[in-house]
């Protein structure tokens, strides 16, 4: 039996679904099983830091368990940041097994990397806010010149849920931070302060060609970051049509085709300040009160039904 995508047939709709995920309870996981079955499929959580594979063999296979995982038709990766690494590992072997996934292993990698994300989007001519980047410490200086001015965020590269982002008021506050996060090794970014998005941010959320969700967040009083872990409130809202484009056009750019695209409003209209791989349903569903979970298995539905 070759890859999943034979035992599927235009005439045969029921498709067989791996949802890669550390916890089967996690909200989005749950919605996304659920949403499967609704919709008539066949679907398993498999812990992905659970699966493992012999590269070299000449039929690619991921094996969970003791059990090859040959007869499926698509997976839905849920990679956690930590686990960036082994996951597009194991996503990209169930590629080569020509099992189709939601997202790419590589678009999964190259989303993760901030800077690199940002790198390509600014190719790509899609707004965002300025930003540099800078090793040497001697060279610092001469980064936040070529900013627009104080204040500055400054972003872990690795960080998220807005846990590696500060604020410095100064260019001399900024320059100290930066050095300090030198001297322990850590990458950090230096942006532009979006002083306008009023502690605001939007997430889009996209599938596909379609924005399917957007939400506002809005920081706690005295907080400049919209991270809901970090308190921030949700609202629904309604993007405009170049709003809703441009959040297709970044995920579009990073290859990937489910995404949480996350943009502030400034004075030059919106920008894009990140595009996630594995975003979070909870928020999105709850404040929408939209079927995010079924269009994303609707997507594969239509895109294996291309094939
Ligand atoms: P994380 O990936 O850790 O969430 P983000 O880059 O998304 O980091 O930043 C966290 C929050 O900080 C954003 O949701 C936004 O509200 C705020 N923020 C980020 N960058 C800027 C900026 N350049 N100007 C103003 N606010 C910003």
């Not at 001519?125 to 040497?136: D, E």
């Not at 300040?273 to 569903?285: D, H």
Request: with cysteine; aromatic share 6%.
């Amino acid at each position: 039996m070759q890859g999943g995508l034979t035992l599927w047939g235009k005439k045969n709709k029921k498709m067989r679904i791996l949802v890669l995920s550390r916890k089967p309870s996690l909200y989005s996981t749950r919605r996304l099983v659920e949403a499967a079955q609704k919709r008539g499929h066949d679907v398993r959580v498999i812990d992905y830091l659970r699966c493992y594979m012999n590269i070299t063999s000449r039929k690619p296979t991921v094996i969970y368990k003791g059990e090859k995982l040959t007869s499926y038709d698509a997976i839905i990766p849920r990679i956690g940041a930590s686990y960036t690494f082994y996951g597009a590992a194991v996503v990209r072997q169930f590629e080569m097994g020509e099992i189709f996934s939601v997202n790419e292993s590589e678009a999964i990698s190259r989303s993760r990397d901030k800077l690199r994300s940002l790198q390509i989007l600014a190719r790509e001519g899609i707004g965002m806010p300025v930003t540099g980047f800078a090793n040497h410490s001697d060279d610092i200086d001469g980064m936040i010149e070529t900013m627009k001015g104080t204040p500055l965020v400054m972003k872990l590269l690795e960080g998220t849920q807005g846990k590696g982002v500060v604020l410095a008021e100064t260019k001399k506050a900024a320059g100290s931070v930066l050095s300090a996060f030198r001297q322990l090794k850590a990458n950090i970014l230096v942006q532009e302060f979006i002083k306008e998005a009023n502690g605001k941010d939007i997430r889009a959320f996209v599938v596909g060609e379609k924005v399917v969700g957007s939400m506002e967040r809005e920081a706690p009083d005295g907080e400049f970051r919209a991270n809901l872990h970090l308190g921030a409130a949700a609202k629904k809202i309604e993007l405009s049509e170049k709003e809703k484009k441009m959040a297709v056009e970044a995920t579009k750019r990073l290859g990937l085709s489910v995404a949480g695209v996350d943009m502030i409003r400034s004075n030059e209209g919106l920008l894009v300040i990140e595009v996630n791989s594995s975003p979070g349903l909870e928020g999105i569903e709850k404040t929408t009160e939209k079927d995010v979970a079924s269009e994303i298995i609707k997507y594969i539905e239509e895109t294996l039904a291309d094939n």
